[in-house]
């Protein structure tokens, strides 16, 4: 009974970071408003070796739409507004010497909706993982041995019923994101 147990929490742990996942891609998708998660990927040529942009310069909001980032070493700027561009975000970084400013334009009609084509293609690949968990779960339930069938049928309820419930977050968080990214 208990290697039941594991399956399905196996299978649950999985599904839940597939969700994680699906959050964290929808944090990069910009709605309309500056975050500092818009960069949060941007590597940097730093000393020869590509670096997180947030492990050479401090990403704050200045506002809604301008975000800025002071790097730690100024000699660096160059570098940052390249990997900036570079990223094909579509932002236009402009520097003082000291800290880079990014006007983050308003976002278009076309923009809005390749944005939501954007999330609807993760939280289908989203859904693919989750359902991918439960096919693993259940051929290591089928892999069981001395464990009456009825009991390995109500294991693959369960499992199905938790595949269920994490793709309806998918879908739930998906509306929630294309209202946001097609508010205007």
Not at 4 to 28: G, P, R, T, Y
Not at 57 to 71: G, H, R, Y
Request: charged share 30%; proline share 3%.
């Amino acid at each position: 009974m208990e290697e039941l147990e594991l399956v399905v929490a196996s299978a649950k742990q999985e599904m839940d970071a597939a969700i994680k996942h699906l959050d964290h891609a929808f944090q990069k998708i910009r709605a309309g408003r500056a975050s500092t998660s818009m960069v949060q990927d941007v590597m940097v040529e730093y000393y020869g070796s590509p670096t997180p942009i947030g492990q050479v310069a401090n990403v704050s909001v200045v506002d809604a739409m301008t975000l800025s980032i002071q790097p730690w070493d100024r000699t660096s700027i160059g570098a940052i507004a390249k990997g900036i561009v570079n990223s094909n975000l579509g932002f236009a970084p402009s520097n003082n010497g000291d800290v880079i400013i990014i006007n983050v334009p308003p976002l278009t009609e076309e923009r809005r909706r390749d944005l939501a084509k954007q999330a609807k293609s993760e939280t289908d690949q989203t859904k693919i993982v989750i359902r991918n968990a439960r096919q693993e779960a259940n051929k290591e339930l089928r892999k069981l041995e001395g464990i009456a069938e009825d009991v390995i049928k109500g294991a693959e309820k369960d499992i199905q019923e938790l595949t269920d419930t994490y793709v309806k977050k998918c879908d739930d968080n998906y509306k929630v994101k294309e209202a946001e990214i097609l508010k205007v």
